[in-house]
């Protein structure tokens, strides 16, 4: 039996698959690759007046990511775009045996037992860095 933490919790948030599909345009859109495993995760969000309207990702990588992902999907919808910045770091800082994130986030919680397992960290924090590239570009000016 593996010794990964693939929680039915966790399976169960990768099978809700909240947000999964593609958002039409106009969007803004950021895209992450592992390159050791093949994991890929690509989130589209709409973004108006400094908050996220809506959020789609595909994803096609690993149960943890893909359950990040549906969190992404279901947590980030009328929150800040700043708030993304400080998922970022709450999950870090719970990975690194901190205190999960709390408020809309707080379903990271399920993911506090891969902090034992370093090379994994990766896969939780795929959606969420590919959702800040694709929030960095509502920053930038379209051409």
């Not at 775009?81 to 919680?109: I, N, T, W």
Request: glycine share 8%; aromatic share 4%; charged share 25%.
């Amino acid at each position: 039996m593996s010794d990964l933490p693939y929680s039915k919790d966790i399976l169960r948030l990768a099978a809700e698959s909240v947000g999964a599909g593609r958002l039409t345009p106009p969007c803004e859109t950021g895209s992450e690759f592992n390159p050791a495993c093949g994991d890929r995760s690509i989130v589209d969000l709409r973004i108006e007046n400094g908050r996220i309207a809506a959020v789609a990702h595909e994803t096609k990588a690993c149960v943890l990511a893909q359950a990040s992902a549906s969190i992404l999907g279901s947590a980030l919808p009328g929150r800040r775009v700043d708030d993304l910045a400080k998922l970022k770091s709450d999950v870090l800082a719970m990975l690194k045996g901190g205190s999960p994130p709390q408020g809309p986030f707080e379903r990271y919680a399920h993911f506090k037992d891969v902090a034992q397992h370093p090379g994994r960290h990766t896969c939780v924090l795929l959606p969420i860095e590919a959702a800040l590239k694709a929030a960095s570009q509502a920053r930038e000016p379209r051409s």
